[in-house]
């Protein structure tokens, strides 16, 4: 059986995998990233990691057929270059050829948001359908098309960025530049933010006993505070819902995709935001449209960036 690795590149965690074709994992490695150690380190650490992993999966990494990586930020998909990592440090790194030359086997390079979906598409929620989308919300927004089983790159490989979907247009200066952005106003972020200034602004909520510090309430907090009956954290979330429920029905409306599947931490609460997401994206949306399609949770968790990458170079 052909094996092949898989590497998620994060802003603090590098994870990496061994699997066959199939998605069985074979072996597994995580370390953190150590970005203000520099680009070298960096690259020494994802070699090191996949080593590790091929190590416990009984092989060696210049055995693999081909290693996937996912990275932050947009990707140029034909040179292989990562164009702007904000949370690495990293503008305009070749990092598949890097990485190529270091491995000594074939390197796919995608975009982390991408290769999770092309993860849940070919070995988690995704199965059943031609298209999808994926939407992972945590500390940002990102997304991932795959359409008619093909995912989708658009002209360099940067397209999907669901997170920047405008859904306030006087909302909150982006990072991006643009304003009223989607991850500006539902990511975990964004709700850890309108916490915090309930708090600070005086409100009645626990969240100010719950938090460790209630300068900086996180959104899991706020995830707490709302399970337990608190109307300050619930309107939050309920916000953050709203949003996404937005930009959901506008993307039914242009994709008439057969499913979005919720990624990220956010998922994590389940019912609690699917539930009001739906609602909204209902609302926003054509009727035939969105009875076509499930809002559905992500069913790989951690795995979902490695073993969509290892799916990506098993295609190349
Ligand atoms: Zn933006």
């Known amino acids: 059986m052909n094996l092949y690795g898989g590497i ?32 070298e380190v960096c690259i020494e650490r994802m070699t ?33 270059i990562v164009s702007a990592a904000p949370n690495l440090g990293w503008t305009d790194v070749p990092l598949r050829s890097f990485l190529s030359d270091r491995l000594g086997v074939n390197v796919v390079l995608e975009n982390d948001a991408n290769a999770a ?18 939407v992972t919300v945590s500390t940002g927004i990102g997304g991932g098309f795959i359409l008619d089983r093909r995912l989708f790159q658009g002209a360099s490989g940067a397209a999907a960025e669901v997170g920047h979907m405008v859904v306030e247009p006087d909302g909150p ?30 409100r009645d909520t626990i969240l100010r006993e719950l938090a460790a510090d209630p300068t900086e309430v ?37 994709l008439n995709p057969q499913a979005i599947i919720v990624g990220g931490g956010v998922s994590r ?25 499930l809002i559905l949770p992500a069913a790989l968790g951690r795995r979902v960036g490695a073993l969509g990458t290892v799916a990506l170079a098993a295609d190349a």
């Open 48 to 80: 090191e990691s996949l080593a590790a992993a091929a190590s416990s999966a009984g092989t060696a990494t210049s055995a693999l057929a081909a290693v996937g990586v996912a990275a932050p930020g947009p990707i140029e998909f034909r040179d292989g």
């Open 218 to 254: 996180t959104a899991e907090v706020v995830a707490e505070a709302a399970a337990r009956g608190d109307a300050v954290a619930n309107e939050i979330l309920d916000d953050a819902a709203r949003y996404i429920g937005i930009a959901f029905g506008t993307l039914i409306n242009l």
């Open 269 to 293: 609460l389940g019912a609690r935001m699917i539930e009001p997401i739906t609602a909204e994206a209902r609302r926003r949306s054509f009727r035939q449209s969105f009875e076509d399609c």
């Open 173 to 202: 200066i982006c990072n991006c530049g643009s304003v009223g952005c989607l991850e500006m106003l539902a990511s975990g972020t964004a709700i850890g933010r309108s916490a915090t200034a309930a708090v600070e602004g005086g």
């Open 117 to 134: 979906a092309y993860g849940e598409f070919i070995y988690g929620a995704g199965t059943p359908y031609d298209t999808i989308i994926y």
């Open 8 to 39: 998620d590149l994060g802003g603090t965690k590098i994870y990496s995998i061994v699997a066959g074709a199939d998605g069985s994992v074979l072996g597994e490695d995580e370390r953190p990233t150590l970005p203000d150690h520099g680009l």
